[in-house]
């Protein structure tokens, strides 16, 4: 069982900047990726980006891609999305997961409870 608490959300203004953190506590050992997603009222969940836990490489969603980059925290079993030159259009909630597998898109496993995040105009 792995548990995923994420936290960082707020509300900010448009070009602003937030800094997600998502820490892992249980069965971290059985993590190969994480990943960032998020999901708009009355929108469907979008992927935002993943890590490859052990290596370190990351992929983005090219909405995002420029302006978020994900990094981790071994020492803290914890992974962060920094949000640089935030829009409107990324507000939703913002969910950190984790998988067993190896693709950065599906196959999650464990999910945390969501950080909201806003951008005002």
């Known amino acids: 069982q792995v548990q995923l608490v994420e936290s960082g959300g707020g509300l900010v203004q448009a070009g602003g900047s937030l800094r997600l953190s998502c820490a892992a506590s249980?069965?971290?050992?059985?993590?190969?990726?994480m990943g960032w997603f998020r999901q708009a009222p009355g929108k469907d969940r979008e992927f935002v980006g993943g890590i490859n836990w052990s290596v370190s490489s990351t992929h983005y969603a090219d909405s995002v891609k420029g302006r978020f980059t994900i990094s981790r925290d071994n020492a803290k079993n914890t992974v962060y999305l920094q949000m640089n030159s935030l829009k409107p259009e990324d507000t939703a909630v913002y969910y950190c997961?984790?998988?067993?597998?190896?693709?950065?898109?599906?196959?999650?496993?464990?999910w945390g409870h969501g950080t909201q995040v806003t951008v005002s105009s």
């Open positions: 997961a984790a998988g067993r597998g190896t693709s950065y898109y599906v196959g999650y496993d464990y």
């Open positions: 249980g069965r971290t050992f059985s993590i190969y990726v």
